[in-house]
């Protein structure tokens, strides 16, 4: 049986470009290369190209996703799509890749732009009962009153870009004298921001992956930061958090954040692997976003908890790659 290529996206047009390079390398490292040959392509721009170990880069064909070398052409049989952020997390390469008919890892065009709008994603799952904090979405140049904010939602409050990811740009603000600059920084991120209350309890990540053959819904993360919350460089700063796999909570709301992962996952209509992540408080699951390419590095969550698991990435991978194709 011939080896199927491919393609590893990796780079973006955000700020988790670097993140994304990590989790490419790590997925190049641990694909079945028994079954795969895979190739590293960098997104930048309209700079699409092969990235290859002692070999000059090769410029993508952006007609038909292929490239020419040693006088042959080389296509694709599947993207691995790692692009966190744009193009890649919100739909714009999806769009692309089901323009072409080449088949890609990670959620359909429609649910990546849904999903990487943290706003319409909490309104589109209101009606299933699931728990969030209050807030407000704001768009550039609307007039904000930060006043009646820090009435409504109370101190401290979060501050967020509205379509970002690995919390860039986000400040929990501690005092209303510093909402605005927060505010500032959120918008420079984007151009819609979300204000929200502070829910205080544990934070939970779980990660999952339902195929029509299997459901893989991973153990639960316990996400414990060194900082004032799970912020970029808690995220990837070593010994800046701890995280904790499985997490330290009963048996019984640990079935609960997984049948709610799962029906979540349902509900927007994700494919591939992704990772919701919650606050545990109360005793209520409140959701705080769905990452739809979730980081893969070595330092991320979700391989830590496939290996929790007792499952290999590699075979993991398999098993989205093959989704992916089977079902274009």
């Known amino acids: 049986m011939s080896k199927k290529n491919i393609a590893i996206l990796a780079g973006g047009d955000s700020s988790e470009a670097v993140i994304s390079f990590k989790s490419a390398q790590q997925l190049a490292d641990v694909i079945d290369r028994s079954l795969y040959n895979p190739y590293t392509i960098f997104i930048k721009g309209a700079e699409w190209t092969v990235k290859q170990d002692g070999v000059q880069d090769i410029s993508i064909d952006k007609n038909d996703f292929s490239f020419q070398q040693n006088g042959q052409k080389v296509t694709f049989d599947c993207a691995l799509m790692v692009i966190h952020g744009t193009p890649g997390e919100n739909g714009i390469l999806p769009a692309y ?34 728990d969030m904090a209050r807030g407000y979405m704001f768009r550039k140049g609307q007039q904000i009153d930060t006043q009646a904010l820090v009435e409504e939602l109370g101190l401290p409050m979060f501050v967020k870009p509205n379509a970002s990811g690995s919390s860039f740009g986000v400040t929990k603000v501690k005092g209303a004298d510093q909402l605005q600059a927060a505010i500032d920084t959120a918008f420079t991120e984007g151009d819609s921001i979300l204000i ?12 999952l992956i339902k195929t029509p053959s299997k459901a893989l819904v991973f153990p639960v993360t316990e996400i ?7 912020d970029y ?76 698991m007792g499952l290999q990435l590699r075979d993991v991978l398999t098993l989205e790659i093959e989704d992916a194709i089977a079902r274009f």
Request: charged share 25%.
């Open 97 to 130: 890749f089901d323009l072409i008919r080449l088949p890609y890892t990670g959620c359909r065009t429609f649910t990546s732009a849904l999903t990487f709008d943290k706003y319409a994603t909490k309104k589109y799952l209101e009606d299933e009962g699931v």
């Open 196 to 207: 929200e209350e502070c829910i205080t309890g544990i934070e939970l990540g779980n990660g």
């Open 224 to 230: 414990v930061p060194k900082k004032e919350f799970f």
């Open 233 to 308: 460089e808690a995220k990837y700063t070593s010994g800046m958090s701890e995280e904790i796999t499985p997490a330290r909570i009963s048996e019984e709301v640990t079935e609960r954040v997984q049948e709610l992962s799962s029906h979540i996952y349902d509900v927007l209509g994700c494919r591939g692997i992704v990772r919701v992540d919650y606050i545990y408080s109360n005793d209520k699951l409140y959701f705080i976003e769905i990452n739809t390419i979730p980081g893969m590095s070595p330092a991320s969550i979700v391989p830590k908890q496939v290996e929790a």
